[in-house]
């Protein structure tokens, strides 16, 4: 429970969730659930040029996906916001679970 309540303090922050199959997504963190789902909000692919298809080609394009639904059993990593990370609360938070409370 670890991660789910610190990622409950991001919601409304950018942030990028990397795939299993390499696809990297970044958008606004809308909701995540216990099983670390993820819900993003006006997202966009990093990589263009090897996904073409999800995201903008010319100026005038509109997104192919604009929000999305990320099961969590599919992420492999999320990368967070050098501003949303704050060591105190994950040390405390970490030695609270060590200690099994």
């Known amino acids: 429970m670890l991660f789910f309540s610190y990622f409950k303090e991001l919601v ?37 040029d090897k996904y073409p298809h999800m995201g903008i080609k010319r100026p005038w394009d509109k997104l192919s996906v604009r929000n999305c639904f990320i099961r969590g059993s599919v992420v492999r990593y999320v990368q967070l916001p050098p501003d949303g990370v704050d060591i105190d609360i994950l040390h405390d938070a970490t030695r609270r679970e060590a200690r099994g409370g």
């Open 12 to 48: 409304g922050k950018e942030v990028t969730v990397e795939l299993k199959n390499d696809l990297a997504i970044r958008g606004i963190l809308h909701s995540v659930d216990q099983y670390l789902n993820i819900k993003l909000e006006n997202t966009r692919v990093v990589d263009q």
